[in-house]
């Protein structure tokens, strides 16, 4: 059973039949991301509260608004459902009324990628693909890696020369083949231009994380909003700090926030605010310079130690612009000691340990008090997005390395200096 009724590109308005498994706007040279529109009508009837209530919480509760069709296409790894934490001790230390953290850290591949690819996995399936591909600075790859493992398929992941090894040792171990490339710095994205030519050459289904080339895995990140309004007890945060990469965390979760107001479950939505590193923010730029969505400047030399967010190119640039623009949100840029320090200050304060690009969106928060330009009272959301534990290097290269001693006290207490 799907509620799917079609798909229609953004940009020329072409439309698709499900049937046809479109993978990517093929009319006017488009190559733009098509997307997947539902019956809401028929949906009202069936996404109550009373019904959501009675669910588990996780992205497959929400089957009826992903497009796969028949249940046994599933393929899972129990994502989602993650806790939305209520901060005490970092509210306070920055003087919040209300602070949210959805601590997607803990999904199975350890990042909130896992969303889309278990349901671009699926899709996949269902339409009888057994090789993937994907083009990514490491979380996205590792999901799908992992999904194509517990389905069984090949899987193919090109990623940037720049991506930590503890990131490409994952995707090696659930047995992807993997090549890293060279030339990030040089305009286009060397890992995209390459997933594009060998999935036209040697038919592999495409699998990246953002919208163009493939558009079903774009639907997951929208169930991180449908958890959260559930989480809140169906109220929606004043505003939410989202990391933009490529822009389908912020994009999708918009799209999510919306269905639920269009299904009558909630009233309003929380202002989007996008938040990317210095090094790496085209969107931003796209934003404050009123850029047309469909011709985003990209980055030319992308550099940041929020590597999972150095995307040249906002593939989905449109989606999270509208999506900033609709709810009257903005868009900020952030140094990296800001980012590493909001690493800091999350794992500190309230035991979160996050890779800098999961925390990109705090950092955007602490500036945004800094400048007196957010309001304290408010009930703000930011969003841990993935594990600290994938790059390491970056924290130990931080951190004093810890003294050498005998299990002695008098050793002890001049190792920490501590009292008689
Ligand atoms: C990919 C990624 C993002 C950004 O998501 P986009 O959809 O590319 O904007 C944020 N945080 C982490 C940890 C990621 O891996």
Redesign the pocket.
């Known amino acids: 059973m799907s509620y799917v009724t079609h798909l229609s590109c953004p940009k020329c308005g072409s439309k698709y039949e499900e049937s046809q498994n479109p993978l990517f706007c093929k009319t006017h040279e488009c190559n733009a991301r098509i997307d997947v529109h539902y019956d809401f009508e028929q949906l009202k009837e069936i996404i109550t509260k009373r019904e959501l209530i009675r669910r588990p919480l996780g992205v497959w509760s929400y089957s009826e608004l992903l497009p796969v069709k028949d249940q046994s296409n599933i393929i899972s790894l129990g994502e989602g459902g993650t806790p939305l934490l209520r901060s005490k001790r970092l509210a306070e230390h920055l003087g919040l009324r209300e602070l949210f953290i959805k601590d997607?850290t803990r999904n199975p591949t350890w990042?909130?990628?896992d969303r889309?690819m278990t349901v671009g996995v699926s899709k996949a399936k269902e339409h009888g693909a057994t090789t993937l591909a994907s083009a990514?600075?490491?979380?996205?790859a590792a999901a799908l890696a992992a999904y194509c493992a517990r389905a069984g398929f090949s899987c193919y992941c090109f990623v940037p020369d720049i991506a930590p090894m503890g990131k490409i040792a994952q995707l090696l171990l659930y047995g992807a083949k993997v090549v890293r490339l060279r030339g990030l710095h040089k305009g286009d994205d060397p890992t995209v231009k390459l997933l594009r030519e060998a999935c036209g050459t040697y038919g592999w289904t495409p699998c990246p994380?953002?919208g163009p080339f493939n558009p079903y895995q774009a639907e997951g990140?929208k169930t991180l909003a449908y958890e959260i309004i559930e989480q809140l007890d169906w109220n929606v945060p004043d505003i939410a700090y989202?990391?933009?990469?490529?822009?389908?965390?912020?994009?999708?979760q918009w799209r999510g926030f919306t269905d639920f107001e269009t299904l009558g479950l909630v009233k309003g939505h929380p202002r989007m605010l996008a938040v990317q590193a210095t090094g790496c923010a085209p969107l931003v730029q796209a934003y404050l310079t009123n850029q047309d969505p469909f011709k985003i400047v990209p980055c030319a030399s992308p550099h940041s130690v929020?590597e999972?967010?150095c995307?040249p190119l906002?593939?989905?640039g449109d989606l999270?612009l509208t999506a900033i623009r609709d709810s009257k949100g903005s868009a900020i840029a952030v140094e990296d000691d800001k980012i590493l320090y909001a690493q800091q200050l999350l794992a500190k304060y309230e035991g979160i340990f996050?890779?800098p690009?999961?925390v990109?969106?705090l950092a955007g928060l602490l500036v945004q008090l800094e400048l007196g330009t957010q309001d304290p009272s408010e009930c703000i959301l930011v969003?841990a997005?993935?594990?600290g534990l994938k790059d390491q290097d970056i924290v130990i290269q931080r951190v004093l390395t810890p003294p050498v001693i005998d299990p002695d006290l008098n050793q002890l207490r001049q190792a920490l200096g501590l009292e008689k």
């Open positions: 997607e990042s909130f990628k889309p990514s600075s490491g979380n996205a994380s953002f990140p989202v990391q933009v990469g490529a822009g389908g965390l912020l994009g999708g929020a999972g967010l995307d906002p593939w989905d999270a996050a890779e690009s999961g990109t969106g969003e997005t993935g594990s």
